[in-house]
């Protein structure tokens, strides 16, 4: 999910779209319409014309004091202040030399937490300088090829999240029960608001990380992958330290602080063992055990079945409570629709036979933080993905008309206001249409193949063969052309690089033997194949932006229907006479 409240409605577009055009039965849909078309064409003024900035360069490019060093694993310690919403902490952070040109090593870290020192290989103390919120360290020349450790010790008063998770930072809260709740969200933002890092997308952590957390002996401290210890500080504090063995985004790696409680269990997943763990408010325990399992089972069923084993066994998998929506915390999945179907309580048809935040977040399991985009300008790769993953849970659960019709259904958040894939290299995100737009492409993909265990095994292989990757998506679109046995590269250009919705225009001949057809307002050379289908009845067309005429047998020609064609794929259609 990305951290921006504009992509709320996206993100909700499959469960809130029909209710929300109910509540106001008497509207103008001329009116709804125009006042969508303006405020599209206001997104895409603004895009036009946003200026960056060198920070936005810092930010969000792998620039020379990036690019010589590769993380190898970060070592966390906090200890927040509930009362005074501060923090005191170090990330210690393992690094392999990967380049011989070291100009600076750049940190990141954001007002108002501040750096307190730096310490290379537990030795050395090392002098920097600051520019906004990246401090460039001094550091020798070290060999290639080398491993070396920087220790950053912080604290500050952090960004306070003012609307968790779209806005990011620190969440200081209450339990029902009036009990101090602490955690964090920083995707899009970036974790440096929490923490030192290097703040950049395409580096994870290659062998894993730890989360430390000193807390109120009242308190317990959750985070990724699995406990390694608890310890009583006998000061009215504890320490808890959790850790990860795969890599993980550092936005990934979260503190979760509350009155927790947990229970267990053992599930035979595709690749054996799997823990299952869930934490939760000491409150909610009766009420978590009654429900979670099963969407959890559900989940897992659907989603290894489609794309492949769960990608992170070795850590465990956890649901823990938040008060905030949720968010796909590697191995740790932030949980917050109040136990209830569909977006917390809300949504039509099939939204509301599941929980949408078990399943929409535990997707990005498989897309977001199996593989990750290198950079943010690619994030449909996350968001568009798992948006689809909901599509192959209703698939699975309920079979392949409840796929088409949630599928068909997430197209009320479609905005066309900008393009999806925004600019490289200065931290953009794109268009909230990464998410029903994107999934409403991959759906077309598919059924454009129309052999759903070829699409199947592009899904899974995608899984396996960038396994614990960040990735461009240049090498996604690739591998679906090349697995899926079609060059799709104009279908992304079209759905991930314009706002342009293709239409197909169409005759068919007066005898009914003959369909003449063509793309337009597309991109040049657009070409998405066609299968149209009505039990044994089945056609498959290939347009362009030329016209082209195909025969027909006998009952093809009643397949040529907008609704029909509209069902499977997300274009326009304009029947003519010509």
């Known amino acids: 999910m990305i951290t921006r409240p504009i992509l709320l409605c996206c993100l909700l577009a499959p469960l809130l779209g029909v209710a929300q055009s109910n509540t106001q039965p008497n509207a103008n849909p001329d009116s709804v319409r125009a006042r969508r078309a303006r405020m599209a064409a206001q997104a895409r003024e603004a895009y036009a014309h946003k200026v960056f900035t060198h920070a936005d360069t810092l930010r969000g490019s792998n620039g020379a004091e990036r690019a010589w060093w590769d993380i190898q694993r970060y070592d966390i310690t906090v200890k927040p202040d509930y009362n005074t919403k501060s923090t005191v902490g170090s990330n210690l952070i393992t690094y ?35 520019e906004g919120n990246v401090y460039h360290i001094k550091t020798p020349k070290q060999a290639m090829g080398s491993i070396n450790t920087l220790k950053i010790s912080f604290s500050g008063t952090p960004v306070e999240a003012k609307r968790p998770p779209w806005n990011g930072g620190w969440t200081w809260t209450k339990d029902s029960l009036g ?11 970036g974790a ?3 923490y030192p890092c290097k703040d950049y997308q395409g580096d994870e952590p290659d062998k894993g990380g730890s989360m430390t957390m000193i807390v109120p002996d009242s308190l317990v401290g959750v985070s990724n992958g699995r406990l390694q210890f608890k310890k009583s500080n006998g000061d009215g504090t504890t320490t808890y330290k959790w850790a990860v ?5 550092n936005y990934c790696l979260i503190p979760y602080i509350g009155k927790y409680v947990t229970f267990h269990e053992d599930f035979q997943g595709e690749k054996g063992h799997l823990d299952l763990d869930y934490w939760v408010l000491d409150y909610n325990l009766q009420r978590a055990k009654d429900y979670m399992p099963t969407q959890v089972h559900n989940m897992l069923h659907a989603f290894e079945h489609w794309m492949g084993p769960y990608p992170f066994y070795e850590d465990s998998y956890k649901l823990v409570d938040v008060e905030h929506t949720g968010m796909e915390h590697q191995s740790a999945v932030a949980y917050g629709n109040h136990y209830a179907f569909g977006y917390r309580g809300r949504g039509p048809n099939y939204g509301q036979r599941y929980d949408f935040i078990i399943i929409h977040e535990s997707g990005h399991e498989w897309f977001g933080n199996n593989l990750t985009t290198k950079d943010l300008a690619d994030m449909w790769v996350h968001e568009g993905f798992t948006n689809y993953s909901e599509t192959l849970f209703a698939d699975y659960m309920w079979g392949a008309e409840a796929g088409n019709e ?12 900008r393009p999806i894939i925004p600019r490289y290299g200065v931290n953009e995100e794109g268009s909230g249409d990464m998410y029903p737009k994107g999934g409403n492409m991959l759906q077309a993909i598919r059924h454009s193949i129309d052999n759903d265990e070829q699409w199947r095994q592009v899904l899974r292989g995608l899984q396996k063969t960038f396994y614990h990757q960040t990735v461009t998506t ?9 697995h899926g046995g079609f060059d799709f590269s104009k279908v992304f250009d079209q759905y991930l690089r314009t706002v342009q919705i293709p239409d197909l225009e169409f005759a068919v001949g007066a005898d009914g033997k003959t369909v003449k057809y063509r793309y337009t307002n597309c991109v040049a050379g657009f070409n998405l194949p066609l299968t149209l289908s009505s039990g044994s009845t089945k056609v498959k067309i290939f347009p362009t932006d030329q016209w082209k005429t195909t ?22 259609v304009k029947q003519t006479t010509t």
Not at 101 to 125: C, F, R, W, Y
Not at 474 to 482: C, G, K, L, M, T
Request: aromatic share 8%.
């Open 96 to 130: 392999k030399v990967v380049g011989n040109n070291q100009p600076a090593l750049q940190i990141d870290l954001m007002d108002p937490l501040h750096i307190e020192s730096v310490v290379a290989n537990g030795k050395e103390t090392l002098s920097y300088t600051k």
């Open 179 to 189: 009990r101090p709740w602490m955690t964090v969200t920083c995707q899009g933002l």
């Open 474 to 482: 240049a090498q996604v679109e690739h591998y679906v052309s090349a």
């Open 551 to 572: 025969p027909l047998k006998t009952g093809e020609a009643g397949l040529f229907t907008e609704e029909g064609i509209k069902k499977m794929y997300y274009i326009g």
């Open 192 to 194: 440096s608001v929490w």
């Open 245 to 249: 063995v795969n890599p993980i985004s």
């Open 406 to 417: 949630y599928n068909v259904a997430t197209r009320s958040g479609i905005r066309n206001d």
